[in-house]
């Protein structure tokens, strides 16, 4: 029996809640063969990762799940036997007086935010509120045993080996967002909010030796690269070099193009949640710009990940990594914290890698889902 699942995303920053939902919502059908529908509230925003999608339609199947436009209005609809709210999204009032009119209630769960917190582990799995006789329970995604795991698709990681072992393939693949990369070069990849930060980060890799091409997808950073730059209104395609920087905006790409071009590069800066963890399933040093939250709260939850995550790492490079990432997120100068990682470029990648594989060796999120309610029944 196929059992059907209710995702609810409210779309918050861009393409970050998106982008986890419609990545989980395809796992879980093309792996795990469950029936999903995906509610989402910004269907423009879910056009940029999909261009396929028809924002006037209220109902429509793309890959297997049948995407819901989720409106204002409620209609009167049929609650699944699997219920997710994603990152606490409260969902319609009608729906759960729905949940709780089912002869057995269903499995009501909220996929939380990602955090590397201590705290995570203990609070995994617990009950959480009750509607009527339905009762919900926090899901944490995480990076230590007793949390969910990371989103990450069967295969996953063999398909990144085989690209990024054949040189021909990357070529034609950059090619086709027009890029050109000398063999000389540092390829980075740089999603970003807006960042006080970037003009020195800029000025370091401008003023170097090494040769540095960043590829910039559409986004809000942009308005940081054009005052570097001192132009107006870059487009996709604009390439500009001053010393050893070159600078080239892409267009904003599909998931799996994106995967690709953090395969393709040998740094990759990112944000938010999603990028956030395809980053670290490319295996390359990356620097992580966080979600900014109301009193500096964003700023303990990327403490505990750098903690966690420079574990085994030589002080030097561990004292480079630190420093990079405040510095990046506090919008501060960048000079001499990206010296130092430069110059523990080697280690960074082999932790890059190391990590990579042992996030791997976890059970992935959709499949931790898909025990959760097999236990729970």
């Known amino acids: 029996m196929t059992v059907r699942w209710d995702i609810f ?41 999909c261009p396929e999608i028809d924002i006037t339609l209220s109902e429509q199947w793309q890959q297997g799940v049948q995407v819901c436009h989720w409106p204002a209005d409620w209609p009167s609809t049929e609650a699944a036997e699997v219920v997710i709210a994603a990152f606490a999204c409260q969902l ?26 201590d705290w995570v582990i203990g609070c995994h799995g617990l009950p959480s509120v009750k509607y009527k006789q339905v009762q919900k329970y926090f899901f944490f995604p995480g990076f230590q045993e007793g949390t969910g795991g990371l989103l990450r698709e069967a295969g996953l990681l063999e398909r990144r080996r085989q690209f990024q072992q054949d040189p021909t393939a990357q070529r034609l693949f950059l090619q086709g ?28 890799m401008a003023s170097g030796v090494q040769s540095f091409h960043v590829l910039v997808p559409e986004g809000r950073v942009l308005g940081d690269v054009e005052r570097w730059l001192g132009v107006d209104g870059l487009g996709v395609g604009a390439l500009h070099r001053r010393g050893a920087l070159t600078v080239q905006v892409l267009p904003f790409v599909r998931q799996d193009q994106y995967d690709q071009l953090l395969w393709c590069c040998d740094f990759n800066a990112v944000r938010g949640e999603d990028s956030f963890v395809r980053a670290q399933w490319a295996g390359r040093p990356l620097l992580w710009h966080i979600y900014q939250q109301e009193e500096d709260v964003h700023l303990e939850k990327l403490d505990a990940f750098l903690r966690l995550y420079t574990q085994g790492l030589d002080e030097a490079a561990q004292k480079a990594i630190n420093g990079l990432w405040k510095a990046w997120n506090a919008g501060q100068d960048m000079t001499e914290h990206w010296k ?5 470029r080697q280690e960074l990648t082999e932790h890059a890698q190391a990590w990579c594989l042992e996030q791997a060796s976890r059970p992935d999120l959709a499949a931790a889902l898909v025990k959760f309610y097999l236990n729970w029944i």
């Open 92 to 117: 319609p009032a009608a729906y759960m007086d729905a949940m709780a009119a089912r002869p057995t209630a269903p499995l009501w769960m909220n996929l939380d935010y990602l955090s590397a917190e």
């Open 9 to 49: 995303c409210t779309v918050v920053d861009n393409f970050g809640d998106i982008g986890v939902t419609w990545r989980l919502a395809r796992q879980l059908v093309a792996e795990h063969r469950c029936a999903v529908r995906l509610w989402v509230d910004d269907l423009r925003a879910f056009e940029r990762l």
């Open 340 to 344: 130092m990682a430069w110059e523990q």
């Open 177 to 204: 967002l027009g890029v050109e990369r000398a063999p000389e070069s540092c390829l980075i990849s740089l999603f970003a909010y807006e960042n006080a930060g970037l003009a020195s980060w800029f000025d370091a």
